[in-house]
């Protein structure tokens, strides 16, 4: 699998999460509910209960469950500090809210 996060975007979650090195984090694809719908990427510390791929940038292990693979493969996960804002881009998805299941 195939997903890039930024040395930003690291910085956020260490900063926020007030993560420690090794501390692993959890990204899975959440789905919104009445009025807000949708598809997003939603993060927690710990793994998935399922089989997971584990990526580890800048000393933080990213696990991704193996099912949701479809989400995340060719993801760009970046922080805009001009925003103030995560930035989640996947060529592979027109519409990462709402994904074509085909």
Known sequence: MNVMITEKAVDFYKKEMMLKENEEV????RVGGIGSGGFSVG???GT???DFIKITQSNIPFCIAKEEKWYFDG???DYNRD????VFLNDRIDDLANPDPN
């Open 26 to 29: 959890t990204l899975y694809v």
């Open 75 to 77: 993801m760009k996960i």
């Open 43 to 45: 993060i927690r510390k």
């Open 83 to 86: 925003m103030g804002e995560m």
């Open 48 to 50: 998935p209960d399922l």
